[in-house]
């Protein structure tokens, strides 16, 4: 399953999450802390401390940062 690192009310976030809604693609959210400085999560698996992330085990992206690279990798992928 697709995974995304997220903050509520980030709009680059929610520009991600609309994107996989309308896909209507199943993911699996993880809510990180509002302090970058404990992001150690987004950090382990992308390099760097911002939201959102994506994780597509099953096509081998570790740790996707930048939402337009991401929403043009979705919809690439599974558009
Ligand atoms: N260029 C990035 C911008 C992402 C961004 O600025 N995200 C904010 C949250 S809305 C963030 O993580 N800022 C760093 C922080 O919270 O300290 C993108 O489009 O993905």
Same mark, same amino acid.
Not at 6 to 20: D, F, G, H, I, T
Not at 49 to 71: H, Q, R, T
């Given at each position: 399953?697709? =995974?995304?690192?997220?903050?509520?009310?980030?709009?680059?976030?929610?520009?991600?999450?609309?994107?996989? =809604?309308?896909?209507?693609?199943?993911?699996?959210?993880?809510? #990180? %802390?509002?302090?970058?400085?404990?992001?150690?999560? #987004?950090?382990?698996? %992308?390099?760097?401390?911002?939201?959102?992330?994506?994780?597509?085990?099953?096509?081998?992206?570790?740790?996707?940062?930048?939402?337009?690279?991401? #929403?043009?990798?979705?919809?690439?992928?599974?558009?």
């Amino acid at each position: 399953m697709v =995974e995304l690192y997220s903050l509520r009310w980030c709009p680059y976030c929610a520009k991600v999450e609309n994107k996989l =809604e309308s896909l209507d693609l199943d993911y699996e959210r993880h809510t #990180v %802390s509002p302090f970058r400085f404990r992001r150690s999560d #987004v950090k382990a698996v %992308s390099g760097q401390s911002d939201v959102p992330v994506l994780v597509d085990s099953k096509n081998d992206v570790a740790g996707m940062a930048e939402s337009d690279d991401i #929403v043009d990798y979705l919809e690439r992928t599974y558009g």
